[in-house]
């Protein structure tokens, strides 16, 4: 079970890296894909890794819950810690496309606040692990 949860936490450190090159690749090219990863690369794989805990950590629970056939309920709460790191970790890619829609003001404020926003990314995704540990803890004492 532990070996299962591992695996799938790095599939989803490589999924989610893999996402980040394919999007920024589509909207600004593999160069600057490329320079902003060499640039940001400790922010890019802290986030990954953070990401890929979280969903190995995910999976580890949920194997515990149906295992003693608990409410589902106590996994899903979790899922939205993950989602709000990677809203805020991947908004200031939104700077590349916010032109299109024609929404400048913002464009600027998350350009501006990159570096601020990989570190709420990275907050959001320790919080989401400490939470997700917790569940894993509280139930396994249960």
């Known amino acids: 079970m532990v070996s299962n949860a591992i695996l799938i936490g790095l599939l989803g450190t490589a999924a989610l890296l893999a996402a980040y090159f394919a999007i920024v690749t589509a909207i600004s090219g593999m160069d600057f894909a490329l320079?902003?990863?060499?640039?940001?690369?400790?922010?890019?794989?802290?986030l990954s890794l953070g990401f890929g805990i979280q969903i190995g950590l995910y999976n580890y629970l949920k194997n515990l819950i149906q295992r003693r056939s608990a409410p589902a309920t106590v996994v899903a709460v979790s899922g939205t810690t993950t989602t709000l790191a990677m809203i805020s970790c991947c908004a200031h890619y939104l700077a590349n496309i916010i032109p299109l829609i024609g929404i400048a003001g913002i464009v600027s404020l998350i350009g501006q606040y990159q570096i601020e926003f990989f570190w709420i990314g990275l907050i959001f995704n320790a919080a989401g692990i400490a939470y997700i540990a917790s569940k894993i803890i509280r139930f396994s004492k249960a």
């Open 35 to 46: 320079s902003q990863f060499s640039a940001f690369w400790y922010f890019i794989l802290g």
